[in-house]
């Protein structure tokens, strides 16, 4: 299994461009997040989606989209990217919350995506 | 809302000391409290977790965590550093969303340099 993937691995964009971040998990998770990490804040959510076809906003949501089209593929996409969008994105999954087994309050998190904005 | 504070932004050990990376929660209710790791350019890795049960938890790679209900303390241990153990760690709390999944709230993360 290759757990939870995220393309491009880095990015440069200039002010007003747009791009599209892809996570993929092979887990057959429900549950799926995307956080950015800046230094010294630790992680924040950005977006999370509890199923396919669902998405919700997190506790930093402004400027970004999200689809879930498929369950394995959650979307993060900036339409207009701002020098304050520069950070590391990393996407996570997880099983349903009650599910019975030892991972399932667990969130698997992707190698993450390095995106600087100009 | 729940949170979790790391007082200190790094830990300096010796290899082959013991070493504690500290953390404390606020929360209502119960806790439900994580321990990731983050190797340099790489990802979160789960390393323990604490639900109920036994105040001290057994994790990856001998890495343990006490819980402490009256000191609201979640440090995480581990008997003997290594060099390979340098990394940031993170602790964390679950909490709950309104439209389901949990959230996890993170700490600032703790930068551990283990030397010879």
């Known amino acids: 299994n290759a757990g939870v993937t995220q393309t491009p691995k880095f990015r440069v964009l200039k002010t007003g461009q747009s791009m599209t971040l892809l996570c993929a998990q092979d887990m057959n998770h429900e549950y799926m997040y995307w956080y950015r990490q800046d230094p010294g804040m630790g992680l924040r959510l950005i977006h999370y989606s509890v199923g396919e076809g669902t998405t919700a906003k997190g506790e930093v949501p402004d400027g970004y989209n999200v689809s879930r089209l498929k369950k394995q593929n959650f979307l993060l996409g900036l339409e207009s990217a701002a020098p304050s969008q520069t950070s590391v994105y990393f996407c996570?999954?997880?099983?349903?919350?009650?599910?019975?087994?030892?991972?399932?309050?667990?969130?698997?998190f992707g190698p993450g995506t390095r995106l600087t904005v100009l | 809302a729940q949170s979790v504070a790391q007082p200190e932004d790094q830990v300096n050990v010796a290899e082959g000391n013991p070493l504690t990376v500290k953390c404390t929660y606020s929360?209502?209710?119960?806790?439900?409290l994580f321990w990731y790791v983050q190797y340099p350019n790489r990802g979160l890795q789960f390393l323990l977790k604490?639900?109920?049960?036994?105040?001290l938890v057994k994790g990856s790679y001998g890495f343990e965590a006490e819980f402490n209900k009256s000191q609201t303390s979640f440090h995480l241990k581990k008997p003997s550093a290594l060099v390979s153990d340098s990394a940031l760690y993170f602790c964390?709390?679950?909490?709950?969303?309104?439209?389901?999944?949990?959230?996890?709230?993170f700490g600032t993360g703790t930068q551990l340099k283990v030397e010879l």
């Open positions: 604490y639900i109920t049960g036994d105040n």
């Open positions: 929360v209502s209710g119960n806790p439900y």
């Open positions: 964390a709390v679950r909490d709950k969303l309104t439209g389901g999944g949990n959230k996890l709230t």
């Open positions: 996570a999954s997880s099983h349903t919350p009650g599910t019975s087994g030892r991972h399932y309050n667990e969130q698997f």
